[in-house]
């Protein structure tokens, strides 16, 4: 059973940048689809960006040019790189995998973080 742990969230101010960061406490190779999603208060969850072991990637049309996804097998890691963030990108960003097939829909997802909050305001 592999686990994973948000970091990176915090404060920032509009047009700012934050570097997301998802540890797993095992190898994330076996997991084929990698991803990040959000859900702010209210609102459903929903993907931002997901990649897989082959590097293919995904992205909200909301984030595409700002946002950028990756992963690093080797030490068990996926970040999400993020800039010119906006207030609506404020939300509870979470980091999930699937091992098989790249079905990015949340419910799907067979792991997942306990999350980390990003706040973009002045």
């Known amino acids: 059973q592999v686990q994973l742990v948000e970091s990176g969230g915090g404060l920032v101010q509009p047009g700012g940048s934050l570097r997301l960061s998802c540890a797993a406490s095992g190898s994330i190779f076996a997991i084929n689809a990698m991803g990040w999603y959000r859900q702010a208060p209210g609102k459903q969850r929903e993907l931002v960006a997901g990649?897989?072991?082959?590097?293919?990637?995904i992205y909200d049309d909301s984030v595409k040019g700002r946002f950028t996804i990756s992963r690093d097998n080797a030490k068990n890691m996926v970040y999400l790189e993020m800039n010119s963030l906006k207030p609506e990108d404020t939300a509870s960003y979470y980091c999930?995998?699937?091992?098989?097939?790249?079905?990015?829909?949340?419910?799907?997802?067979?792991?997942w973080g306990t999350g980390t909050l990003v706040t973009v305001s002045s």
């Open positions: 990649i897989t072991n082959g590097g293919r990637t």
């Open positions: 999930a995998g699937a091992r098989y097939g790249s079905d990015w829909r949340w419910r799907n997802m067979e792991y």
